[in-house]
């Protein structure tokens, strides 16, 4: 893990949705890329202030969800 964050504006958003919908198999309409676009870049920008918070070592993960189970007491 690096100690510096990624930087978001790197990210080329609609790059990005054009090859993950072509991996996918997935159509995407050239109207709707420009959303697609703000979303993956509101996410990346959402990831990069979540990455850039310092852990500690007494820092834990949250416990998992399992669905049907209760929670713990």
Known sequence: ???T???PSAFDAEAYAR???AALG???DPRHRPGVAANLRLAARMA???EGLPLAPADE???VFVA???APG
């Open 1 to 3: 893990m690096s100690s």
């Open 5 to 7: 964050p990624p930087d």
């Open 19 to 21: 090859a993950a919908a």
């Open 26 to 28: 997935l159509p995407l």
């Open 48 to 50: 990069a202030a979540v």
């Open 61 to 63: 993960p949250a416990p």
């Open 68 to 70: 049907g189970r209760n």
